[in-house]
């Protein structure tokens, strides 16, 4: 009976401490999501202030681009369509080049067709695989702690 309460009162606290450290320092957003961030490369961060917007920022704070409809990350380079505008930006050099077209871009770039996202879809398709192996790193210490560490004897 004891090994039952022992699983929860391990596995709900660590989950909870995971999920906060990740909330706070790897994919920093607030608590009522209005606020999602997502690195890039070279200190650069993909940021959603709102669900309907996204901005390219540099370590500084200072936005590269802005009103970010949907984007794309390949490798190095990022795509992202504002308004009606294309912009490739790369991370590596802090090049910006505008396009008009993405068929434009792809063919000046020699990038693979891929479809573009909403700056919260990219969020949470980066957060998904890390809080689905830090659920189960949970999991384990969880079931190891309650079946396989053996119970303290009370003394008499």
């Known amino acids: ?83 009606s505008q294309y912009f490739l930006f790369q991370p590596n050099t802090g090049a910006l080049t505008q396009y ?7 063919q000046g770039c020699n990038l693979e067709p891929a479809p573009l996202t909403t700056v919260i879809d990219h969020y949470w398709q980066h957060r998904r695989w890390t809080d689905i192996l830090t659920t189960l790193a949970s999991l384990v210490i969880a079931l190891t702690s309650a079946y396989f560490i053996p119970p303290r004897r009370a003394s008499n």
């Open 1 to 83: 009976m004891k090994r039952l309460l022992v699983f929860p009162l391990v596995f709900i606290p660590l989950l909870i401490a995971t999920q906060v450290y990740l909330d706070r320092k790897v994919f920093p957003h607030d608590l009522i999501g209005t606020y999602y961030e997502v690195p890039i490369a070279n200190g650069y961060r993909l940021v959603a202030i709102n669900v309907d917007y996204g901005t390219i920022i540099d370590s500084a704070g200072a936005t590269v681009v802005d009103c970010i409809d949907s984007v794309q990350v390949i490798g190095d380079a990022v795509i992202a369509k504002v308004a």
């Open 100 to 106: 008009d077209t993405l068929a434009q871009l792809r």
